[in-house]
């Protein structure tokens, strides 16, 4: 219902950006997630929703395999981003980060400058030529998480000296500064005030032109306004996935309609 | 009575007043804790603290300020003479306490009474030939007036320790009397206790900078006793250090302090490269059950003591140093070199750095890591531009602690790289470092106020104030780059 034109248009090719079959994962002998399938389609915002600990990070942090380097984690099932498995051993996880971009939970700005922070991703990618060129994506960057004019005069001090809100939108400008093809963003205003709140969700709005958006929140009303699809957890298990208003106006599973009436989570 | 029978009469009187004050708090309420102000026990607590604190005190300032005393007024009794010239005064005294020690000997080897004792008179009993039985053996002949000090000092040691003993145990009783008396229902227990404890740990502390500024005092006290004796200017700008017995030493700092940071330096260039490596793998690369075998096997060399490690530099190091390195490439002919100590203390401090720096590599939080690899960082990329960043504060300090600990190593350096104080560029000749002078100045024959030993005080400031300066300098390092986390 939120489709703007330019997004139909790219629907009719085949439209699935990530497929996930049958995820299943296992901290230790503990099993986080059980039988997940689903399509995350391109130019689209998927929510993630569900009560705490139902393993939306989980999921999430299995499509860009930042499960690796959690030791005890196990991952199994089939998961394929354009079509490539991505659990291929062939696969290097480090290139497909780069194409996965990510925005944690908790705001984790590296302890450097403002600048550094946001020029790291082009810079280990070796994604500009020139000093000026790297200056105007930081810059890009920094305007579209809504941090521009906040910081524009103290590029050179340090990103842990910002206020949480500042960090996560120094983190998201950081991941969009990496020009990734699917960003994953968990939680990613949950430290932020409404002003700072609207302003990355227009940038949501505004990544869904080229990418695929992935977005955990614990906001029914975040979900509605900036998805297209939203999928529900619970208990380790994929509820409900649908079109967004279908889910929120017509729920056919019972836990989905009493989560987001609010009687469970 | 003596100090050790006194102290647990007054530890006893303290349990006393530990189970009485915890009852009688009790007893102010009928019994109901819930109406006392703080816990019986930490009635208890503050009666048994009102025993202790103030006749230990007590006891702790009369045993340290009695000897004082008594010295003062026997160099006095002594003559104006005596008293004004501190070496005459000094051996007097030493001679009174060592007579009066002796009689103490004799005392408790024969059983003779105190009257006994004051009657004995050097002239007439033969003194020496007495005290030598009991295993005490004076020089000379005992001087009458100095005999008749003896017997004054320990007159005033044992009315010193009866006044003691009557004081500390007067405190001890009226402590236990006034804190039983104070307890009631309101009474703060718990505040008494809980301020305590900050003056005893403030005490703690006290004692650590308080014994720091008395060894620093002491140092410079006997270095300016060295440089009224010795140019200052011969000492700093010397280029020679080569001591003689007779006097007209050149004692110039600079050999020892060029030897001292060249090795210091060969050492750190072997320990700080290799343990922040061995760091980086334990920490970020080696799995737990690698780790766990891994890292106490480095950290057994810290176990091992440095003369065996001196023996390794001795024995092994050096003669292959010498003749793979040195000999073939016409060199040097030394077995001690610049080259094996270095060598062997770098290998010293790996554990060193390598334990302290993984330490810090994994205070480093798990989320900055996340972070990077994230966004496609490889491992190493985010140990590089991440990790190290982040830890660098830390792995400067670790590296500056080895440093100074390479600095003031002197048992591998006198087996390794010999005695010879020489200003030279070639690692394989033999040096010597501050350290091991310091050590042969003050081992040697010479009389104690000798320019060649009191230069042992001046080279220990000197290593003081470069120790120092490093540590400072490591501070600023660390304020400059502190980078905090999130
Ligand atoms: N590193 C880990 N080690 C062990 N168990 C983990 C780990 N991370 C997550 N879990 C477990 O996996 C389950 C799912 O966690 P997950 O973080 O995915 O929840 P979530 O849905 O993101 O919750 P929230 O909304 O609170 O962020 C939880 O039961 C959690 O305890
Ligand atoms: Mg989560």
Redesign the interface.
Known sequence: MYDAPANKQSVDQSNQKITARNVQVFYGDKQALRDVSVDIEDRTVTAFIGPSGCGKSTFLRCL?R?ND?V?IARVEGDIRLDGEDIYHPMVDP??????V??V?Q???????SIYDNVA??PK??GLTRSKSELDGIVEESLKRAALWNEVKDRLQE?G?GLSGGQQQRL?IA??VA?GPEVLLMDEPCSALDPIATAQVEELIDDLRQNYSVVIVTHSMQQAARVSQKTAFFHLGNLVEYGETGTIFTNPQDPRTESYITGRIG | MNVGILSIIVLALALCGFVVGRNRALQSVKGDARKLHSLPVYHGQTVALFVTVPAVLMMAVWLVAQPMVIEARIVGQLGDAVAADPVASKLAMEDVSRIADGLDALQAATGLSDDEIGDMRSDLSDIRGRLAEVGVALGSEVRPEIFSMAKSLRGMQQTGATMMTALVLMLAVGGLALGILRIEGDFRARNVAESFFMWLLVAAAGVAILTTIGIVLSLFSETMRFFSVHPASDFFFGLTWNPQFRGGSDLGIIPLLWGTLYITFVAMIVAAPIGIFAAIYTAEYASPRVRSVVKPLIEVIAGIPTVVFGLFALVTVGPFLRDYFAVPFGLGTSGSSVLTAGLVIGILNIPFVSSLTDDIINAVPQSLRDGSYGLGATKSETIKKVILPAALPGIVGAVLLATSRAIGETMIVTMGAGAAAKLDLNPFEAMTTITVKIVSQLTGDLAFDSPETLVAFALGSSLFVITLGLNVFALWIVRKYREQYE
Not at chain 1, 94 to 99: G, H, I, Y
Not at chain 1, 106 to 112: A, T, V
Request: some cysteine; proline content about 10%.
């Open positions: 860009n930042m380097t030791a480090v290139q497909l980060r780069a194409k971009g990510m944690f908790k705001p984790n700005p590296f302890p450097k790291y991703g280990i990618h340090s842990t983190c950081r991941a990496t």
